[in-house]
């Protein structure tokens, strides 16, 4: 694969670079630094200074540092307001840039040099743009600008390495959760003979083990009024056939069934390309959400990004949140999909900017290094999935299957590097948001699982047996689930499919199904569930896993143990104790 530097990164950052100590430019505000490139990235060239680029200012969002709270104020069982999500309009209110910002920003590109007319804003006003010359940004990122940076969260493209989704011969992306790549499903090969008693659980996992495991004998009742989505990002695809093989042998009603298709900028089922490696992950999904939520739920998938530009995390949240959307389109253009996609096979439709319905729980089995991100970055879109929790969304993010190491089995340097042979943690993200719900694996799982270099303990897990050695670290996951041997159709043919990539669908069939429930007794649904599941009223809610470890970097890795613990989380769910607990919520 085929890297190049990005055309900035000698800002190092941005906005006062990592000359700061040199006395001719002390007078600088350093905002943001990298000192080194991540993973699957390498130097090769800097850019002519004449060169364009598109300068992208992220403007401050106003009370975003209150966030937490807010969220925890509807997602708290204690909190008289648990349940009372908020509308769209409400979220996207409290968090606009303010014209201040809007106008100091402004004001400073201008007074700058920056021609008026070259200086334009988003359609939602979240961000600024410049179309500029590598040494025109230069001079701007390297201005004394102190009175600026407040207003500002990040500037792109200067040290932000935000992972693309991507076919493995394109270049100038880390093709995190592509053929080959990142944390999809391990298979261990085909099975001639599939096995579907009980008895034999312990050889195959099928619907009916994992039934039994978690106590998942339940009817929908509420099917049109809920809603269960999961993602899935081109080329990855599933193939019709296979959910009919699969449905034949397990599913009731559910031969012929497909799940409700939202195309996300040209988003589409590619057939050119079938192997495990283009299949396994959707197949996988797809076969266990819908045979567990059964016929009378319907699942929606939500398929992201063509066959030419692909897709990252920041694609599916344009989607579903227009305030997220940068100006034209695309997040950061050296790194997100611009559309239309003029090349060939591209797609030429505008970029789908907030115009998808979010479900009621969003399932995604994909992840990247924490590492590859600045922390400004990561920050940025973590808050994006409060803003889902707020509108009583539960959004669910796999933990990895490498145990305390990262994708590839890459491992952090002292340096901030990532190599094989690295010796520090390298926890994954967005599991390490403390908006999302991490999920693990149990039995031959190397569960990803840790605590975050970038966020704070969150309030929910104080009270947890959390015992890393600073006690200050967003811990990861959150609670685990089955996630070896699973019987999957794959082009044709049973294979026998591991990872966390199958423990999270179940995981949000279950949640799905607690949601069903809920919504037939005019209850609202679960929303953002972390506070709700660390409380000590839920502890009963779990099935506490106090053996194993996950290996990674040279050792051993973290243990499992009585309580919390940063290889299962706090165990796996167990359907009847967690219904009648959030029954019993208002």
């Known amino acids: ?37 991540p993973a699957g990235w390498t130097r090769e060239r800097t850019l002519d200074p004449s060169a364009s680029i598109p300068l992208r200012f992220a403007l401050a969002q106003p009370n975003i540092e209150h966030i937490e709270a807010q969220l925890y104020e509807v997602s708290h069982p204690d909190s008289p307001n648990y349940g009372n999500h908020w ?24 007074e700058s040099g920056v021609e008026p007319h070259r200086v334009k804003i988003s359609p939602t006003k979240g961000w600024l743009e410049v179309t500029s010359t590598v040494e025109e940004a230069e001079n701007l990122l390297l201005a004394e600008y102190h009175h600026v940076g407040p207003h500002v969260d990040f500037v792109t493209p200067t040290i932000h390495f935000d992972v693309k989704i991507r076919k493995r011969n394109q270049h100038n992306r880390v093709p995190i959760g592509q053929p080959g790549q990142g944390s999809g499903p391990k298979t261990t090969g085909a099975v001639q003979d599939i096995i579907s008693q009980l008895k034999d659980c312990d050889k195959q996992t099928t619907p009916i083990c994992l039934r039994t495991l978690y106590g998942l004998w339940y009817q929908p009742v509420s099917g049109k009024n809920n809603s269960y989505g999961i993602v899935e990002y081109t ?52 076969q266990y959400g819908m045979t567990l939520v059964t016929k009378g739920q319907d699942v929606t998938l939500y398929q992201v990004g063509d066959a030419v530009e692909g897709a990252s995390f920041n694609t599916f949240l344009d989607a579903l949140d227009g305030d997220y959307c940068t100006y034209d389109g695309g997040d950061d253009p050296s790194q997100d999909p611009v559309y239309p996609d003029t090349a060939d096979g591209g797609y030429t439709g505008t970029e789908d900017c907030g115009t998808v319905k979010p479900a009621n729980v969003i399932s995604t089995s ?16 973590c808050n994006e999935y409060a803003k889902l929790g707020l509108l009583g969304v539960t959004v669910l993010y796999s933990s990895g299957d490498s145990g305390v190491a990262g994708s590839n089995g890459y491992c952090l340097n002292p340096d901030g590097t ?51 050695s600073t006690g200050t670290s967003r811990a990861y996951p959150d609670l685990s689930a089955n996630g070896a041997n699973y019987a999957v159709a794959v082009d044709g043919n049973f294979t026998l499919v591991y990872g966390t990539s199958a423990s999270t ?39 506490d896993v106090t053996n194993g470890t996950n290996p990674g970097c040279g050792t051993v890795g973290f243990n499992a143990t009585k309580g919390w613990d940063p290889v299962t989380g706090l165990g796996t769910p167990y359907f009847p104790s967690l219904l009648a607990k959030w029954l019993a919520l208002k």
């Open 1 to 37: 694969m085929r890297s190049f530097l990005l055309p900035v990164l000698s800002f190092t950052l941005g906005l006062a670079a990592s000359a700061i100590a040199d006395p001719i430019i002390s007078r600088w505000q350093l905002h943001e630094k990298r000192s080194h490139i």
């Open 418 to 468: 990532q190599t094989a042979d690295g010796a520090i943690f390298n926890p994954s993200f967005p599991a390490t948001c403390p908006y999302v719900t991490s999920v693990g694996a149990t039995q031959i799982i190397y569960s990803g699982g840790g605590f975050s270099n970038y966020f704070g303990m969150p309030d929910y897990q104080k009270g947890a047996n959390i015992y890393n």
């Open 87 to 110: 509308s769209p309009g409400q979220v996207a209110a409290k968090f606009a840039p303010s014209t201040e910002s809007i106008e100091t920003v402004r004001t400073w590109l201008i």
């Open 505 to 543: 669908p179940v995981v949000g069939a279950i949640l799905t199904m607690v949601n069903d429930a809920r919504l037939a007794l005019g209850k609202s649904t679960l929303g953002f569930i972390n506070p709700t599941i660390y409380s000590v009223d839920f502890a009963g809610g779990f099935k």
């Open 235 to 286: 080329p990855q695809a599933y193939l019709q056939s296979d959910l009919d093989m699969f449905a034949k042998n397990f599913s009731t009603g559910l031969e012929g069934v497909s799940p409700t298709m939202v195309s996300i900028d040209g988003g589409y089922l590619q057939t050119t390309n079938m192997s495990f490696d283009y299949n396994g992950e959707s197949n996988l999904d797809l």
């Open 366 to 381: 994909s992840g990247y290094n924490e590492a590859d991100l600045s922390a400004a970055y990561a920050i940025r879109q």
